[in-house]
């Protein structure tokens, strides 16, 4: 079956400083979710991409979807405290079901 | 406007005891999901509703659980008898339909001694 492989599994890094997650799927993906849960709480979305090659920006956070729709990434510039929780893909294969990845704890320290 | 509301947001039990889980999706939502997540396995999808018909019930780890959607402002996750394997955090989330960002209720964190 579909499998959604994701690292790090952990990252600490100063304040101010970048990072990255990536998500790595077995199969081609109809596209991908990313999510974010801080601690003790829920995921909550953050943004979907669709095409091949696609990449959006949030303010800090860019995310890319890869050519061949296989792999994913989230890249942060200049974390903030405020960015401290667990950042995960869910990918799909074409159908309602998401397979989460084990998802990226992101620590930062001040 | 309201997210989705899960209830309860602690339960505490002894093992052989019924469980109920809550939920009320977003209104207006016709996909719903329950998801359980513990550290060992991360967030799982136990089973998908869609208006109401329950559409994917193939995460759902063994008979002691069931799901019903009786109207597509409810539905209910039960787990009997319980067992302490089954604490988690189960998450319940609506969207408006497949492939659709989902929103997750606060979750119910469930301990089983």
């Known amino acids: 079956g579909q499998q959604v492989m994701q690292i790090p599994q952990y990252q600490h890094v100063q304040e101010g400083e970048d990072f990255t997650t990536y998500c790595n799927s077995s199969t081609t993906l109809s596209n991908i979710q990313w999510y974010k849960q801080r601690p003790g709480g829920h995921p909550v979305f953050l943004i979907q991409?669709?095409?091949?090659?696609e990449v959006k920006k949030q303010k800090r956070l860019t995310f890319q979807f890869g050519e061949a729709k296989k792999n994913s990434s989230l890249h942060i510039t200049a974390t903030q405290t405020t960015d401290v929780g667990t950042y995960f893909c869910a990918a799909t294969s074409g159908t309602y079901k998401y397979i989460f990845g084990t998802g990226t704890r992101l620590k930062v320290l001040a | 406007d309201a997210g989705v509301i899960q209830s309860p947001r602690h339960e505490v039990t002894e093992m052989g005891q019924e469980v109920t889980l809550r939920c009320k999706p977003i209104?207006?939502?016709?996909?719903l999901f329950w998801y359980r997540q513990t550290m060992m396995r991360g967030l799982e999808l136990l089973i998908y509703?869609?208006?109401?018909?329950?559409?994917?019930d193939s995460g759902m780890p063994e008979d002691r659980f069931s799901a019903k959607m009786p109207n597509a402002s409810f539905s209910t996750l039960k787990i009997q008898p319980s067992e302490p394997r089954d604490s988690a955090v189960y998450f319940c989330?609506?969207?408006?339909?497949?492939?659709?960002?989902?929103?997750f209720g606060d979750g119910t964190r469930l301990s089983i001694l």
């Open positions: 991409l669709v095409k091949s090659g």
């Open positions: 509703f869609n208006n109401n018909v329950p559409i994917d």
């Open positions: 209104s207006g939502h016709n996909s």
């Open positions: 989330a609506s969207s408006l339909g497949t492939r659709q960002p989902q929103h």
